[in-house]
């Protein structure tokens, strides 16, 4: 099965059985997942790390309640026990501090991170990243309503991409495959709300814009002009809230950078990596 190759090495955090992938060598960077049916850290990064491996200890981990990260029945999954859950990964393969690069709510993770724990976070690369409050979009209602099936999640897929051409029918099946592990769906309709039944707006909240300007953190922030899941308005209000931050936004694209613009993108955080703090 396709899944298979999503599944890496294994540690306890946070009461977790956690799976992680740990590629590469060098100074650590943290690669932080989105959400959404049958995500996980290997169909966000593994066609997007090969780019870091020389210089860096890539280390991509399936948040509790994701991917293939054991959830626990009856647990409250939210913003706290994902901080704490994160922390003890870095705790549990001795990383004191490093970048995080995050995808979407792997974004939304590493502000909060920074929020509570500034000293153990380096600096930020955040793409299609939520903030503030704002109307949900169609892919984050296309996600909640989604039920397991291929013919499902390739009409859900093809609403990230830009070009709905890049979603490939063994993308398709891994994420098939992972979106119909027992509980899988019922934690992503954790993370954002119902979808209103009368077609009416639904206001969806992120981290609170004004908490961002206090964060003194060097920031990247990256966004696809055509995000259908994360409005790119999003990226705007994040840049004037973090002072230190710079904004690049990729035109005819997505809420995939990494997967649309990947070598763009790895060219523009090789430089921000190596740059100043």
């Known amino acids: 099965m396709i899944q298979n190759l ?67 029945e009856g647990t409250v999954y939210d913003i706290k026990l994902w901080v ?8 549990a393969l001795e990383i004191e501090r490093a970048p995080m690069l995050g995808n979407s709510f792997g ?14 976070v380096e600096r930020l690369i955040l793409l299609g990243t939520p903030c503030g409050e704002f109307t949900m979009s169609e892919g984050l ?9 291929v013919e499902n999640m390739t009409e859900l897929m093809r609403l990230f991409p830009y070009d709905p ?10 994420r098939y495959e992972t979106s119909a592990r027992p509980g899988a769906q019922e934690a992503f309709r954790k993370l954002v709300p119902k979808p209103s039944e009368d077609g009416s707006p639904t206001p969806v909240r992120g ?4 908490a961002l300007a206090t964060l003194p953190h060097r920031a990247l922030i990256v966004h696809g002009r055509e995000d259908r899941v994360v409005p790119v308005d999003l990226a705007i209000q994040s840049h004037r809230a973090l002072l230190n931050s710079d904004l690049h936004l990729f035109g005819k694209c997505g809420h995939w950078v990494q997967v649309e613009r990947g070598d763009a993108l790895a060219t ?10």
């Open 6 to 72: 999503a599944i890496g090495r294994t540690i306890d955090a946070a009461g977790h059985r956690t799976n992680y992938h740990d590629v590469g060598n060098g100074k650590p960077l943290l690669m932080l997942h989105g959400s959404g049916p049958g995500v996980s850290a290997w169909s966000n990064w593994a066609a997007f790390w090969p780019r870091f491996t020389s210089d860096y200890r890539v280390i991509a981990p399936d948040i509790a309640g994701f991917g293939f990260t054991e959830m626990h």
């Open 141 to 149: 209602r296309a996600g909640w309503l989604y039920e397991p099936s």
């Open 165 to 174: 051409s890049i979603v490939t029918p063994e993308l398709v099946q891994s």
């Open 107 to 120: 974004g939304a993770l590493a502000l909060a991170t920074a929020l509570h724990a500034p000293e153990r």
């Open 84 to 91: 704490r859950h994160l922390l003890a990964i870095m705790d």
């Open 207 to 210: 981290l609170p814009v004004k």
């Open 268 to 277: 523009l955080m090789h430089d921000f990596l190596a740059g100043p703090a």
